[in-house]
């Protein structure tokens, strides 16, 4: 015991021991500062109702309430669709959406198609608002009334249907669902598209080409400029009536196709946060891959030129191989900077964006905790985000060694 | 080698103790204060105000810090967590109720006098009151109508209403609005809603519509929940008649420069508060009126209150913080500050002599607003960021085209949640 100490402490090993905690420690104190005590924390609070402004927090009973509420999700049948389906919702049925069109009537001759004295006027609308597509939709404000009383606490999440049967999705935060299914719908394309467009750019501007250091720098600046400001200026651009992006496809296609409206409709504000992002953040592994790229011994490919290899057969089995640690870093950050979304949504779609679909888990945590001021729930939900990074990053490494186990 | 030794000793003894010598020097107490970084003139006002006050004062010294606007509220509340408020505290109107409950704030019931009292302006009075206790005074009301331009709108042929007993009902303000529309320009668009704006604008600006209409944000009797009165028929159907003026393109969700868009004549209605009076009058002139908030159908609504200061209970010299909040209730320092950002004077004496606010006057509209009842408080409950964050969004997807009921049912949702989370 003591010739370890005197091994550890004292003499040359000694020395360097205490050097080693001289550099190292300014980056362990941070970490423990700013990283597993804010953690520890955090899960201290997830199971408390603390808020943000002063009044004082209780532990809950039980403790995991805030996770219950969180993590409870279910599905449960809808009632088949009746014969008729009224306009206007009831607390717990079937109604039908309303068209553009229908509802445009409704205000130019603001008529109520339910008032049986606006007779003519009614019959105007209701032929209008029978055209157009039909869009049905379930409310359940009261799910007592139909027998579901023990989900009362729930919210619908989605709505689905096959085999002529009508399904819902509940949960009693559905938000937080649809977060996290954002996160992974984000993740699973930005990841893949991103490393591959890298990988391609750092090819190019490999290449002895003129004034390869300007493209180098052109593809690298979007990366030192702060994502706020980014976003700022991308959000002018997707601008449905005057933005830069909507002008160049009127223009491009002759005015054939109209443009999109961006970050206004459901199907389109998550791939324009994804199209945004990838340009913004293409560059940084572009210069990873450059530098594993310059890493790679010419006298590989002079040899496989000798043997008559081409210039895909040397890609394939020089390039990438050669590349396979640059790859795994670079696959590794981009999935976590992909489930760290938050600056480009939140300066974009401060809202959540149309349907909710560009809400992020963080997002919504600080949303929750900070404009809320709800820190405890808040916490609850950092600490299953963090989880499901861990659980994502483990799957990822398991992965990774079973590739290297092959080879 | 010593003596070296002793200057620089002496030397760091000296640059700490200067701060503190510099702080002693008039003999004043400080009194921190914080305030929301809004408009150019109003910061600028205020700015001018705690110098007199500084210059002034014998015992006190006001010290200001400037906080960005954006996340006001959310900064506020982190400083109440960390027990670091200022003396001297800036908060919006709603704001007290949530800021009462959770004690940050003492009672002004004992420092303001009946006499300053009588000269202030009712509305604020109301505000300011949570359980029969005074909180906070402002030294302005807000004022929210429909900015018009006046040619285009006497070229589309439409009737300008005088006061607020012959406004326009609902049917006259959508031929009003159909009318327009053949008169504004290419790219513009008849009606703006400030839809570049986010948090506070929303429950402010469309709550009162939703009232208007029949429904509103909270069951004002309970103040338990909102449901089936931000979700009913009657909030349904102001949903629908909202999303209609989207789809129409009378008005735009993604506007670029609203403001640019009214003062340039491509707009010819601007849905907007009192601050934007010195920027559309210096555009318009004549031409710039005020339209009263249309009856929508159950009477005509609007908002009204604006920021106020209070004490806060982290505050060591309570005197200093109201000798501060009394000076700013002065007649002289509250015409400095409405003559800047163009808001209801708070005094009834500047008030009365304000002829931007006597019969005829450009904004007279929003004092007969706020005398004849139109203007109502907006709810008194410490769920407020609730409400908040509820209407935005569902302001937000309406305006985008989704399903109105399905949207008022989630701003529902987040709204009972907050309240739930109070009562926890």
């Given amino acids: 015991m003591h010739a370890l100490f005197e091994r550890t402490f004292r003499g040359r090993q000694g020395r360097e021991f205490w050097t080693a905690m001289l550099m190292g420690g300014p980056a362990f104190l941070m970490l423990v500062l700013f990283m597993i005590w804010p953690f520890i924390r955090g899960i201290d609070l997830s199971t408390t109702n603390q808020r943000f402004d002063g009044s004082v927090a209780t532990r809950l009973d039980p403790w995991y309430r805030n996770f219950d509420q969180v993590l409870s999700v279910n599905a449960i049948k809808l009632p ?68 579901l009383g023990e989900y009362s606490e729930y919210e619908i999440a989605r709505q689905v249907s096959f085999g002529g049967n009508h399904y819902a999705i509940i949960a009693k935060d559905p938000l937080f669902w649809k977060g996290l299914l954002n996160n992974f719908y984000f993740a699973l394309v930005v990841v893949p598209v991103q490393t591959g467009l890298a990988l391609l750019l750092a090819i190019v501007v490999n290449q002895k080409l003129p004034y390869r250091n300007v493209f180098r720098t052109m593809y690298f600046s979007p990366v030192v400029t702060a994502m706020v400001i980014i976003a700022v200026v991308w959000k002018f651009l997707y601008n449905p009536d005057f933005g830069l992006i909507n002008e160049m496809i009127q223009f491009v296609t002759f005015g054939q196709v109209e443009g999109f409206r961006w970050l206004q409709s459901p199907d389109m504000a998550m791939p324009a946060i994804m199209i945004m992002s990838i340009w913004q953040g293409v560059g940084f592994q572009m210069i990873i891959f450059l530098a594993g790229l310059q890493d790679i011994p010419e006298d590989l490919y002079e040899a496989s030129s000798i043997d008559g290899a081409n210039i895909w057969q040397q890609f394939r089995f020089i390039t990438l191989p050669m590349l396979r640690n640059t790859m795994i870093f670079v696959v590794l950050t981009t ?35 900070w404009t809320q001021s709800e820190v405890g729930y808040a916490s609850a939900i950092s600490v299953v985000f963090v989880v499901i990074v861990l659980i994502v990053s483990l799957i990822q490494r398991t992965v990774v060694k079973s590739e290297s186990a092959i080879e | 080698m010593k003596s070296v030794k002793l200057f620089v000793f002496v030397v760091l003894v000296l640059a700490l103790a200067m701060p503190m010598t510099a702080l002693a020097q008039d003999g004043k107490q400080q009194v921190t204060l914080w305030f929301h970084s809004g408009q150019g003139s109003e910061r600028d006002a205020l700015g001018e105000l705690i110098d007199q006050f500084n210059a002034e004062s014998m015992e006190y010294e006001i010290v200001p810090v400037e906080v960005p606007e954006g996340s006001y509220a959310e900064q506020v509340k982190a400083a109440a967590l960390a027990g670091d408020l200022p003396c001297v505290l800036d908060f919006d109107g709603p704001f007290v109720y949530d800021y009462v409950f959770s004690g940050d704030l003492i009672p002004l019931d004992d420092y303001a006098s009946e006499e300053l009292l009588a000269d202030v302006l009712p509305s604020i009075i109301d505000q300011g009151t949570v359980d029969g206790q ?31 007993d012959d406004t326009w009902t609902l049917d006259e303000f959508n031929s009003a609005i159909e009318a327009l529309a053949g008169v504004v320009p290419e790219g513009g668009y008849v009606l703006d809603l400030q839809f570049q704006l986010t948090g506070e604008w929303f429950s402010y600006a469309f709550g009162p519509w939703v009232q208007s209409f029949g429904g509103d944000v909270i069951d004002r009797e309970t103040m338990e929940t909102a449901e089936g009165v931000l979700n009913g028929p009657e909030a349904v159907a102001f949903g629908e008649w909202f999303q209609s003026l989207f789809e129409q393109g009378y008005t735009t969700a993604t506007p670029v420069d609203p403001i640019a868009d009214f003062t340039e004549g491509r707009v010819a209605l601007s849905y907007v508060g009192h601050w934007m009076y010195n920027t559309y009058k210096d555009a318009l002139g004549d031409d710039l009126v005020l339209i009263p908030q249309p009856d929508l159908g159950a009477g005509a609504v609007t908002g009204m209150g604006s920021w106020n200061w209070g004490i806060t209970s982290n505050c060591d010299v309570p005197e200093g913080a109201w000798a501060f909040i009394e000076f700013m209730m002065q007649p002289a320092s509250i015409k400095l500050m409405t003559d800047a950002n163009g808001a209801v004077p708070a005094s009834l004496t500047v008030l009365e002599q304000d002829e931007r606010y006597a019969e005829g006057g450009d904004m007279y509209i929003y004092s007969q607003q706020l005398s004849g009842g139109v203007a109502l408080p907006r709810p008194a409950t410490a769920a407020y960021a609730g409400i908040q964050t509820g209407m935005e969004d569902a302001m937000n997807a309406i305006a985008r085209g989704e399903d109105v009921q399905a949207s008022l049912d989630a701003a529902v949702d987040t709204i009972d949640s907050a309240i739930e989370n109070l009562a926890q």
Avoid: H
Wanted: hydrophobic residues 40%.
């Fill in chain 1, 80 to 147: 088949d669709l009746p014969d008729v389906v009224p306009y206007r919702a009831p607390a717990v049925g079937w109604y039908r959406e309303r068209t553009p069109a229908c509802n445009q009537c409704q205000s130019n001759f603001s008529c109520d198609i339910t008032d049986p004295d606006d007779a003519v006027c009614a019959e105007n609308c209701a032929q209008i608002c029978e055209r157009g597509d039909l869009i049905f939709r379930w409310r359940g404000r009261n799910l007592d009334e139909i027998g």
């Fill in chain 1, 335 to 369: 999935t976590i900077l992909a489930f760290r979304l938050f600056d480009q949504v939140n300066v974009m779609t401060p809202d959540g964006g149309p349907n909710e679909s560009t809400a992020t888990m963080v997002w919504y945590a600080i949303r929750r905790g």
């Fill in chain 2, 134 to 164: 005074l909180w906070s005074l402002g030294q302005f009301d807000s004022g929210l109508a429909l900015w018009g331009n006046k040619a285009m709108l006497e070229e589309a042929g439409v009737r300008i209403p005088e006061g607020i």
